[in-house]
């Protein structure tokens, strides 16, 4: 055992990193610039309307939710596309016959999507402090939720972009699935102002989990306990990684 090899983690990593800097207006422009008219409309929209929710103003209540909305779908989008063309190109075998092994490779490459979702979602907070006044009542649990949620989605995106097999599969998750649970998450109202039975049905999104979280680290306030959504996202983490390890040790559209 002679520990990781730095030097392939953060050739991974450097070169995803200056892929982003290559389509810096696709990259990181084009989502602040979507979540701040997101922030624009909802807020003039149903925020002239709803004054508070809690203790909280609209418009200061909408931002851990568009954060969220943007961290997960930058995440996948990121870490998927990061390990899709790799296997497009082919170059993907010259990476499993190199001296790294699977868990580096899975850093270098989680690790660079995880780090663009976290900038993006920090310049979302900064854009969001112009608009509305922020409070964050619990700083560290806010970076913990931050760093966890784009690490875990990360590696979401790294499984989806080794089972995709063309561009429209690469999508089809995120457009699909992840961007409506998102919405129907909580991220632009409380779980607690739906009749019954649709905030039961509701706690069966494990998006709602995640913003009520996110959301308890900006006011203190959630809709589920926060040992509740921490337990489900560390859950979600342990199962992603469990299946990135059996998709390299049985070389799941890998080797073929």
């Known amino acids: 055992m002679t520990g990781l090899n730095r030097h392939g983690i953060w050739a991974i990593y450097k070169f995803e990193m200056a892929r982003t800097m290559r389509t810096f207006w696709q990259s990181i422009a084009t989502p602040v610039i979507t979540t ?3 922030f624009i ?5 149903i925020g002239s309307r709803i004054d508070t929710i809690g203790d909280v103003n609209y418009g200061s209540f909408l931002v851990p939710g568009l954060i969220m909305l943007s961290l997960l779908t930058q995440s996948i989008a990121n870490a998927s596309i990061g390990i899709y063309f790799p296997k497009f190109t082919g ?9 790294i092994s699977a868990l580096e490779m899975v850093i270098g490459f989680v690790g660079a999507a995880a780090t663009k979702s976290v ?3 920090l ?16 700083p ?14 990360s590696m979401f995106g790294f499984i989806i972009g080794i089972w995709a097999k063309g561009f429209e599969q690469l999508n089809i998750v995120p457009a699909l699935l992840v961007t409506p649970l998102t919405f129907l998450g909580g991220a632009f109202y409380s779980v607690d102002m739906l009749p019954q039975p649709w905030r039961t049905v509701s706690l069966f ?3 709602v989990y995640l913003v009520s979280g996110f959301r308890w680290s900006f006011f203190g306030q959630g809709d589920v ?4 959504s921490l337990g489900v996202t560390a859950a979600f983490l342990v199962l992603c990684l469990g299946l990135i390890v059996a998709i390299f040790r049985t070389g799941y559209r890998l080797k073929n």
């Not at 170059?91 to 001296?99: G, I, K, M, N």
């Not at 310049?123 to 619990?138: E, M, N, Q, Y």
């Not at 306990?225 to 509740?228: A, D, E, K, M, V």
Request: hydrophobic share 60%.
């Open 119 to 121: 900038v993006i979602g």
């Open 41 to 45: 409309v909802f807020g003039g929209a």
């Open 36 to 38: 701040s008219l997101y």
């Open 91 to 99: 170059t993907v075998f010259e990476l499993l016959s190199a001296p």
């Open 140 to 153: 560290l649990a806010m970076i913990a939720f931050l760093l966890l949620t784009s690490i875990t989605f």
């Open 205 to 207: 999104n494990p998006v």
């Open 123 to 138: 310049i979302i907070l900064v854009t969001s402090a112009l608009f509305v006044p922020l409070r964050i009542d619990h």
């Open 225 to 228: 306990s926060i040992g509740l």
